[in-house]
T-cell receptor, first 115, second 112 residues
Framework: SAVISQKPSRDICQRGTSLTIQCQVD?????MFWYRQQPGQSLTLIAT?????????ESGFVIDKFPISRPNLTFSTLTVSNMSPEDSSIYLC????????????FGEGSRLTVL | KQEVTQIPAALSVPEGENLVLNCSFT??????LQWFRQDPGKGLTSLLL?????REQTSGRLNASLDKSSGRSTLYIAASQPGDSATYLC???????????FGPGTRLSVLP
């Protein structure tokens, strides 16, 4: 298994500002995943973050809007830039657990409201 | 392209009832399937993971089955409790190293 801590757990932001979400894992992992969950919707993968290389973004997501850092094997950040009300979502950090089962574990999520 | 659906979208049952949540996927070639629970405004908690070679997995009052040929998985919850109230999502990994595809979830309410 994996224990994932996310900060902040929730925030209310003004339009046009940026916010950085932090994700800390209790073990070293190769890949970290960032998801978005818009109100009433299921999860959509934003990007996969590998340590030491550029993040891989999914269709519809760009680095300028969602820059990601991955400075080491236990930590990553996601920034939501130049926010608009449409960015109001839960943002979730995820990793695969140890043991090669492919099981996915999630943090508690960061609930952002953009006014 | 793999697509995942879940029926029903919402379900309300009295406490103590046994219930079944359904998950369907369009491509039977999968690597594994995982069931999650999500409380309102929170992250996802892993419930059960079924590898493609397995037929079912059990944890406490939960039992998940997998029928790849029909593209279906079910999550059986025995003796439901109000604390089981949450949204249940299933997710399918199409292949090794590929990303999970999530269903829309079933919102469960267990009434005392």
């Amino acid at each position: 298994s994996a224990v994932i801590s996310q900060k902040p757990s929730r925030d209310i932001c003004q339009r046009g500002t940026s916010l950085t979400i932090q994700c800390q894992v209790d073990s070293q992992v190769t890949m970290m995943f960032w998801y978005r969950q818009q109100p009433g919707q299921s999860l959509t993968l934003i990007a996969t973050a590998n340590q030491g290389s550029e993040a891989t973004y999914e269709s519809g997501f760009v680095i300028d809007k969602f820059p990601i850092s991955r400075p080491n094997l236990t930590f990553s950040t996601l920034t939501v830039s130049n926010m608009s009300p449409e960015d109001s979502s839960i943002y979730l950090c995820s990793v695969e657990g140890t043991g090669n089962t492919g099981e996915l574990f999630f943090g508690e999520g960061s609930r952002l409201t953009v006014l | 392209k793999q697509e995942v659906t879940q029926i029903p979208a919402a379900l309300s049952v009295p406490e103590g009832e046994n219930l079944v949540l359904n998950c369907s996927f369009t491509d039977s070639a999968i690597y594994n399937l995982q069931w999650f629970r999500q409380d309102p405004g929170k992250g996802l908690t892993s419930l059960l993971l079924i590898q493609s070679s397995q037929r079912e997995q059990t944890s406490g009052r939960l039992n998940a089955s997998l029928d790849k040929s029909s593209g279906r998985s079910t999550l059986y919850i025995a003796a439901s409790q109000p604390g089981d109230s949450a949204t249940y999502l299933c997710a399918v990994r199409p292949g090794y190293g590929q990303n999970f595809v999530f269903g829309p979830g079933t919102r469960l309410s267990v009434l005392p």
